[in-house]
């Protein structure tokens, strides 16, 4: 069993920026792959970021290339997302989650966090 917890959301304004992390019980961190997903109200849940857990490797959404950076530290057991010139697009509850394998399909993760609302005025 893995337990995720979320934090770091918040309201910032248009353009500014905000990181969010990943809490993850359990030994076996690295053995899993990362991802953060995100749902706006009235719509389905995306995805936005992942990392691998052995190389470390990273795959973005074309909504977020450029703007958000994953990484995680694993003697602290913790993903992290760095988000910057946010855009009231990226309004959402942000979703971190687990999984065996790098994907983009929230099907491929086995463990999720509660979720973290992120805020972005315009």
């Known amino acids: 069993q893995v337990q995720l917890v979320e934090s770091g959301g918040g309201l910032v304004q248009t353009g500014g920026s905000l990181r969010l992390s990943c809490a993850a019980s359990?030994?076996?961190?690295?053995?899993?792959?990362m991802g953060w997903f995100r749902q706006a109200p009235g719509k389905e849940r995306e995805f936005a970021a992942a990392?691998?857990?052995?190389?470390?490797?990273?795959y973005y959404a074309d909504s977020v290339k450029g703007r958000f950076t994953i990484f995680r530290d694993n003697a602290k057991n913790t993903v992290y997302l760095q988000m910057n010139s946010l855009k009231p697009e990226d309004t959402a509850v942000y979703y971190c989650?687990?999984?065996?394998?790098?994907?983009?399909?929230?099907?491929?993760?086995?463990?999720w966090g509660q979720g973290t609302q992120v805020t972005v005025s315009s």
């Open positions: 989650a687990a999984g065996w394998r790098i994907a983009s399909t929230d099907g491929s993760y086995d463990y």
């Open positions: 359990g030994r076996t961190f690295t053995s899993y792959a």
């Open positions: 990392i691998s857990g052995n190389d470390g490797s990273t």
